[in-house]
């Protein structure tokens, strides 16, 4: 099973001095992944670090596991290993994007509760982050 990177983390960055940081999160079909995906890291890092005195140090796009995505999508719906490789596509050229395959690799569906729990436990033990809160973002489709 891939594993989830660290590789664009900034956790040691002089300039995030005395600011909470942020590991921005984003879970969903991604079915597929488009530029607004995209776009709404850089939207949510620009609020938090600007009216919230966050530093984000790092984003993770997480497409979610099939059983999923079949069941909402049918035949539209592509595997998961064309939905991770598009976002890995998608993430390549993003300073802090990185794609996380955990929660789709999994024998069953994880909610995003789940799957932020879980990243949030990660950095804190693999990444050694545990001054990082995992912010969960998403876009209207998900807001009720």
Known sequence: MKQTPTHKLRLHDD????KRKAVLLCT?????V???HVKIFDIAKEVLERDHGFAVVGCYISPSHESY???KLGKEAYSFQSRFEM?????ADHPL???DPWEGCQPHFEDFPEVA???QDFLRTDAHASDVEVVY??????VE
């Open 87 to 91: 976002c890995e596509i998608a993430a």
């Open 28 to 32: 969903g079909s991604l079915n597929p």
């Open 15 to 18: 300039g995030d001095a005395g």
């Open 97 to 99: 994007l990185m794609v």
């Open 137 to 142: 973002v998403c876009g209207v489709d998900h």
């Open 69 to 71: 995505v079949n069941a």
């Open 34 to 36: 488009h530029t607004q």
């Open 117 to 119: 729990e879980r990243l």
